[in-house]
């Protein structure tokens, strides 16, 4: 396998920066169409470990950061409960992992990191799950949320960990009723931090994605940010090749151009 390089093409750069709304029917007239979302101002993306967002959605996300967007991360879990290297010190896994992410999220133009610190393996959508994303949503105020699909994909059913299923189910209680509700979590209120509506979330690993987007002038940064956890992979090359014949694959299974590289979400209309 080759080592992965995002494709040059500058007739489709703004293919690349659009995100499309393309039918599971492809024969459908709206494929050729296409409907681009509004670039966000502020996107929130909270995922259970450090790498989740990178693996999911980090073409997606350097492509808004790019166009001026302002985005941040959540990471729920300190992701401390293993790493490709059965040697590595393990005392100090979290650590690693919080720089790794850091590193991953300034070669993708992110802001901001936030971890909450949850014990990794162990995640669950508690009402302090909900809580401390309720918090980190009233006080960034994003008009869009990335989260984690919180149902399990029997097909592929690495991507269904069972704190990305947490981390998503919380996001979303978090994201309704708790963020928006003044009564949910008063000691957030207490605090000074008024309820949010968030409109819309955008769920990575979907069984039944309704939104592709062409990250196809985004991939180097997708592996950029990929080589930034290198306690969790410890051959990029291979790594690079395998997302790019997934983000190929997700392209074609959508309609769009031959040589075009893609990631999909199912989009959460919460208005």
């Given amino acids: 396998m080759t080592e992965a390089t995002a494709v040059d093409d500058e007739d489709g750069a703004a293919e690349a920066n659009e995100a499309v709304v393309v039918p599971l029917d492809p024969s459908s007239s709206a494929l050729e169409a296409g409907d681009p979302d509004p670039l966000p101002e502020r996107v929130l993306v909270v995922a259970a470990h450090p790498d989740d967002a990178d693996f999911g959605a980090s073409g997606t996300i350097a492509s808004w950061a790019a166009q001026g967007a302002s985005v941040t ?3 729920v879990t300190d992701g401390a409960a293993g790493a490709a290297d059965p040697g590595i010190d393990l005392a100090n896994l979290a650590s ?3 720089g790794e992410q850091r590193r991953a ?3 993708l133009g992110v802001e901001d990191v936030i971890f ?3 014990a990794d393996g162990r995640l669950e959508p508690s009402q302090e799950v909900r809580r401390d994303v309720s918090r980190v949503i009233r006080q960034v105020r994003p ?3 990335v989260a984690q699909s919180p149902e399990r994909d029997y097909r592929r059913i690495r991507a269904s960990h069972p704190d990305h299923l947490a981390a998503g189910e919380a996001t979303l209680r978090a994201v309704y009723p708790d963020a928006r509700n003044p009564y949910a979590h008063p000691e957030l209120l207490a605090a000074g931090l ?3 509506e968030v409109p819309e979330v955008w769920l990575m690993a979907s069984t039944n994605p309704d939104r592709v ?3 196809t002038g985004h991939f180097e940064e997708k592996v950029a940010a ?3 956890h290198a306690s969790q992979i410890t051959d990029i090359t291979s790594v690079a090749s395998f997302v790019r014949e997934w983000a190929a694959e997700t392209a074609r299974r959508f309609g769009l151009p031959p040589g075009r590289l893609a990631e999909a979400f199912q989009v959460v209309d919460t208005r």
Wanted: proline fraction near 4%.
């Fill in 213 to 215: 987007v062409d990250i």
């Fill in 96 to 98: 690693i992992r919080q």
């Fill in 143 to 145: 008009d869009r949320v």
């Fill in 226 to 228: 990929l080589s930034a």
């Fill in 73 to 75: 991360y959540c990471i």
């Fill in 194 to 196: 008024e309820p949010f």
């Fill in 116 to 118: 909450l610190g949850y």
């Fill in 105 to 107: 999220a300034e070669a």
